[in-house]
């Protein structure tokens, strides 16, 4: 193997991780690693004195330009738009760090940073690259790039999940939870909803889903106790690993129809996040190793 491949290879999960955090889309991200290999495989590597640093460099410019396209074609995207389920490996929940950073809860708030921010953000506090490092990804002074970090992290603190809850905790709840669905028990699934639950459903205009937010407890219970009162005797729910926290998975015919993904405060149930798009299904037949 040639030492170029060698170097892309060790880091191949790495910058796939970078790009997935930048853009919440494996599909992209994955964009993003094909063009970061064309430009890093006509590099002269004796003039490199950091590979992982020149790699996430290369990644992070590319991450960044399909960041403002995808953002345009958020524009016109049907319903919510949720960021794209990976069914992840173990060990990627045992770095509480790395899970807590592509949590689909957390990928919805680096969804409200602008670009730059965005980039500066994921690079700086989830892969800790140095200010002089981002500055050179980004294009920017390091004095600005530190103001950048500065402001994006008091936003992120602002909106981001401030309760920690444990992996043991989630899967207590997403138990109950998923008890309740499959026997029609709806006070047993406003036990397990929060008063204030929203669910956010994503089904990009190809499969059946609300078309907004859905807000309140007793709301989102009752749509789910309907919902599943139609596709019961077809249906099936799993737990997964999704994202690097648990998770269900639920099958129509024995087909990945549906994941769900949740947010817990308090051991209630405050956000429930279900992807049916099949577009952005294609990373859950296999683990997706994401490094820092």
Not at 183 to 200: E, F, H, N
């Amino acid at each position: 193997m040639d030492p170029a491949t060698e170097a892309f290879l060790r880091h191949r999960n790495l910058l796939f991780t970078v790009a997935y955090e930048m853009l919440g889309s494996a599909a992209d991200a994955e964009d993003v690693l094909q063009e970061t290999w064309l430009r890093w495989s006509g590099v002269d590597l004796d003039e490199v004195r950091d590979q992982r640093a020149y790699l996430v460099r290369i990644a992070t410019r590319q991450a960044l330009s399909r960041l403002r396209t995808l953002g345009r074609r958020k524009e016109s995207y049907v319903g919510s738009w949720l960021p794209e389920p990976l069914l992840t490996t173990p060990d990627v929940a045992d770095d509480v760090a790395l899970a807590d950073s592509v949590s689909m809860a957390m990928l919805l708030v680096l969804e409200t940073l602008a670009p730059i921010e965005r980039a500066v953000f994921v690079l700086r506090e989830v892969f800790d690259v140095g200010y002089d490092e981002i500055a050179e990804a980004v294009d920017k002074s390091q004095p600005a790039v530190r103001q950048i970090a500065h402001r994006a992290r008091q936003h992120v603190a602002a909106r981001r999940p401030r309760q920690v809850v444990s992996p043991a905790e989630t899967r207590d709840a997403l138990d109950a939870f998923r008890r309740a669905v499959e026997t029609g028990d709806l006070q047993s699934l406003l036990d397990i909803l929060a008063g204030d639950a929203v669910l956010l459903a994503d089904g990009g205009g190809i499969k059946q889903a609300v078309p907004r937010p859905i807000v309140g407890g007793d709301k989102v219970a009752r749509l789910l106790t309907a919902g599943w009162g139609r596709v019961g005797d077809r249906a099936s729910i799993e737990p997964a690993e999704v994202n690097g926290h648990p998770a269900l998975i639920v099958r129509l015919d024995g087909e990945l129809d549906t994941v769900f993904a949740v947010h817990l405060a308090g051991g209630r149930i405050t956000g429930l996040y279900a992807v049916r798009n099949p577009e952005k299904l294609s990373h859950m037949g296999q683990e997706t190793l994401l490094r820092r």
